[in-house]
């Protein structure tokens, strides 16, 4: 949509504020606020799109004592030239009207032949918020994810073959292993709802028109797939249930962790307990072989097969041995399994049956 329009962007905050009351907003991330601490700084992740600035509006407006502490951060990916700037200046005339503070950034990469994958630009925004975060001294950083966005995560990740921790994204209280919490408090409500509270509310937004094109994975899935399965699907809500299912799993994952957590197979000494694991779930022993694997920092690079080759081993306790990495082996015996740094290199994903 056009952004040339002049707005009272504080009489448009409460109005879509009223349209959408806090009660909307996903019961987690309520949660979450209520026990925050009052002097804490709050950080928006502001694209200068639809979602972003509902969620940074809503921020606005819900928690009006919380405006001297709340920020926005944007990233110019400098991907779409004088659009990409446009936004940045969206962006910086919707926070100089709520006297919000922004910090911008800008990709130093130069436009090349090859244009970067979604991860590539995904890190590198991230790293720049990481790197805001800091020096605001915040851990809460907030983004305007929806339900159309679960579904297309959950269809993405269903065709790379997610398990719970993957389909249960994105969350709507994630912690971070550094100590941020990213927050997600639109996950309860469809994008077009989004798009007409904002309407109705008399906001205007920035479009981004690379969104339309079928170069990402998200987006042939949004413009392709998602509208495909949400006509097969009929009269159901598919995106509310596509939601829902999000939250089982999510409740299904902290489950499967904390039983984890209180067998406890990885001990101190970096070895695995299989004797903790016996006659356990294979789910379970799964998600036991993967923390270990994690904790001594290797196997990052293993295949499908090559994972599901050393989890039966583990799971009967079969003395074998398997590459993991450029110089460590999974070495797995009767009661426990270890990981064996070798002086020379291996070739990664060999397995080894010991007498």
């Not at 991330?29 to 209520?34: D, G, P, T």
């Not at 790379?160 to 912690?175: K, Y």
């Not at 789910?283 to 989890?311: D, F, H, I, K």
Request: glycine content about 8%.
């Amino acid at each position: 949509m056009g952004t040339r329009t002049r707005i009272d962007w504080r009489q448009c905050a409460e109005r879509l504020a009223a349209a959408v009351p806090r009660e909307r907003l996903h019961p987690a991330v309520l949660a979450w606020a209520e026990q925050s601490r009052a002097n804490e700084p709050w950080v928006a992740a502001f694209s200068g799109g639809a979602d972003s600035l509902a969620m940074l509006l809503l921020l606005w407006a819900h928690w009006p004592e919380r405006r001297k502490r709340l920020a926005a951060v944007h990233f110019n990916h400098r991907l779409r030239g004088l659009a990409a700037e446009a936004d940045e200046k969206f962006c910086a005339t919707v926070c100089r009207a709520l006297r919000i503070r922004l910090r911008a950034g800008k990709w130093k990469r130069r436009t090349a032949a090859r244009a970067p994958s979604e991860a590539e630009a995904r890190e590198v925004r991230h790293e720049f918020f990481g790197v805001e975060l800091q020096r605001l001294r915040a851990r809460a950083l907030w983004f305007g994810h929806q339900q159309d966005d679960v579904a297309e995560t959950m269809l993405m990740r269903l065709a790379r073959g997610s398990g719970t921790g993957g389909l249960a994204a994105p969350r709507p209280v994630q912690r971070m292993p550094d100590g941020r919490v990213h927050l997600r408090p639109l996950l309860a409500l469809k994008k077009r709802e989004i798009a007409a509270a904002l309407k109705r509310a008399g906001a205007t937004w920035c479009e981004d028109a690379t969104n339309a094109r079928p170069d990402y994975l998200r987006n042939r899935v949004r413009h392709a797939v998602l509208p495909a399965w949400r006509r097969a699907t009929g009269d159901r809500d598919a995106l509310a249930g596509a939601a829902w299912s999000r939250e089982l799993l999510e409740d299904d994952d902290a489950a499967l962790e904390h039983w984890l957590a209180e067998l406890a197979p990885v001990g101190k000494d970096g070895s695995l307990s299989l004797r903790r694991l016996a006659g356990k779930p294979r789910g379970l022993v799964r998600r036991a072989l993967r923390e270990w694997l994690a904790r001594n920092r290797v196997g990052a690079g293993l295949s499908r097969q090559a994972l599901e080759t050393l989890l039966q081993d583990v799971m009967r306790g079969r003395r074998t041995r398997h590459s993991v990495g450029a110089t460590a082996l999974a070495e797995i015996g009767r009661v426990r399994a270890v990981i064996v740094r070798s002086g020379g290199k291996m070739r990664r994903g060999f397995h080894r049956r010991l007498n």
